[in-house]
């Protein structure tokens, strides 16, 4: 058990559909992270949001976007959902006052996303 | 930029048998590295970290890992398997940002 809870649990959208993952992280971590993990794959870094701000951003369009709140809990949100946009999304908090490398990341359980 | 390969998709082990799991790392420096464990429906579980020091690093669940300079690596190794043990693993290594492997599934037959 990390402390790290993710809602919902699974969600099914179609294409064009717009989604709202939300994170909650564990207490007394300040720093956020979103993975997408397809079928088979490994997790994909999507952002981390360090103390509400992006201090990151791999390799995703900015329809995918996300807040980080002062309680340090986040949501991801992805607009004009595309059909490989079906994947498992992580979600893992850490404590962080600098670089990610030596961030021990906590993750929850995911939002297993569909989209028809 | 960094990376990380795990050459093996899919491993299958004897109850009782020893495992190992590979990882090859590819970084300018001297890496940090993470092995993460994921159980069907579950999120992703930390089983040991690399940081520097003692190049064998002992972790949750008698797992244990080598960091090999000289090959690149930081392979999973357990002596005596248990069925639980049947999940996915990661290999990791942050930069800007945190890049993971492909995976080795291990199934543990009885």
């Known amino acids: 058990e990390t402390g790290v809870t993710q809602s919902p649990t699974h969600l099914i959208k179609t294409r064009g559909q717009q989604v709202t993952l939300r994170c909650s ?8 992270s979103w993975y997408q993990q397809a079928l088979g794959q490994g997790p994909q870094f999507i952002f981390q949001y360090y103390r509400e701000e992006e201090n990151g951003r791999g390799n995703f369009p900015p329809r995918f976007s ?3 709140f002062p309680n340090y809990s986040s949501e991801l949100n992805v607009n004009a959902l595309e059909l490989d946009d079906s994947a498992l999304y992580l ?21 297993r996303l569909s989209v028809l | 930029a960094q990376s990380v390969t795990q050459p093996d998709i899919h491993i299958t082990v004897s109850e009782g048998a ?31 970290k690399y940081f520097s020091g003692d190049t064998l690093v002992q972790g949750i669940k008698g797992f244990e890992a080598e960091f090999k300079r000289s090959q690149s690596s930081f392979n999973l190794r357990k002596p005596s398997v248990h069925w639980s043990d ?14 993971f492997g492909t995976g080795t ?6």
């Open chain 1, 25 to 32: 992280s564990q207490s007394g971590h300040n720093t956020v």
């Open chain 2, 86 to 99: 049947a999940a996915e693993y990661f290999c990791a290594v942050p930069g800007n940002q945190f890049y």
């Open chain 1, 91 to 111: 979600c893992a908090s850490s404590l962080s006052g600098g670089p990610i490398a030596k961030n021990i990341q906590y993750f929850g359980a995911g939002t």
């Open chain 1, 66 to 68: 996300g807040l980080q």
């Open chain 2, 105 to 110: 599934s291990l199934t543990v037959i009885p």
């Open chain 2, 18 to 48: 020893s495992l190992e799991l590979r990882c090859n790392y590819s970084y300018g420096a001297t890496p940090y590295l993470f092995w993460y464990v994921q159980s069907p429906g579950q999120g992703l579980q930390l089983l040991l």
